[in-house]
């Protein structure tokens, strides 16, 4: 068996700045966006559903975007704070697919339908290393929303 080997060149790269809300069905989450092109929006949406899934399995299995099956999205750069919101549509117990949204001054900018797959780590030490990652960058990412 083969194995694929991705470098982004990107270190530590998260687009989402706070996760604000999480449960078995949805997830709520912000991103701060200064004249940025969409496609950053697009990443932020693919990521806020990745991190629901990743709680959904805790931390146990990798997941990752196979598909985007649909998106709007603005010809505008993004410009300001951004309210994304996903869904939990449908799962199996290896795909999922997910609908998100983002919304900007109220009105919606985005929406998509997005398609996961989860898979097991190819070895102990990549689940002990990502597990870990994805965990500690989820539980960074929580802004307690109930603080006075």
């Known amino acids: 068996m083969s194995e694929i080997e991705i470098k982004t060149g990107l270190e530590g790269f998260v687009m989402l700045d706070g996760i604000t809300f999480v449960d078995k069905a949805d997830i709520r989450a912000l991103r701060s966006f200064n004249e940025e092109p969409a496609y950053t929006g697009i990443e932020a949406l693919a990521q806020a559903g990745a991190f629901h899934i990743r709680q959904l399995t805790g931390f146990e299995r990798h997941i990752f975007l196979l598909k985007v099956g649909s998106c709007s999205i ?10 994304i919101s996903g869904r939990l549509l449908n799962r199996s117990d290896s795909a999922f697919r997910c609908e998100l949204k983002g919304e900007m001054a109220g009105k919606t900018v ?22 870990g990652h994805y965990e500690k960058t989820f539980s960074c990412l929580l802004i307690d929303t109930n603080q006075d």
């Open 74 to 83: 603005p010809t505008q750069p993004l410009n300001g704070e951004m309210a």
């Open 110 to 131: 985005m929406e998509g339908e997005f398609f996961y797959a989860a898979s097991d780590y190819c070895t102990q030490t990549s689940r002990e290393i990502l597990r």
